[in-house]
């Protein structure tokens, strides 16, 4: 496993701070999943077989732009 690090996500009011961490999720082993620090903020992607970020759980709402945000902090 990766170590958990620090990322932001651009909210709609406000940036959204949080840990992102490399995890095991419904047979994904390359899922990440970012939690924020107030904990209202919870979002788990992974690349499909196609190689594309998608999102497999998280918090409603959720902006689809952070897929994107998440992804290239990852990388």
């Not at 170590?3 to 899922?31: C, D, H, M, Q, W």
């Amino acid at each position: 496993m990766t170590r958990p690090f620090e990322a932001t996500l651009t909210g709609s009011e406000y940036p959204v701070k949080g840990t992102v961490s490399k995890i095991n999720f419904r047979g994904y082993g390359n899922a990440y999943e970012f939690k924020s620090i107030d904990n209202d903020l919870h979002l788990i992607i992974a690349k499909d077989e196609d190689g594309n970020w998608v999102r497999l759980a998280g918090t409603e709402p959720f902006l689809s732009s952070w897929i994107d945000e998440l992804a290239e902090q990852i990388a």
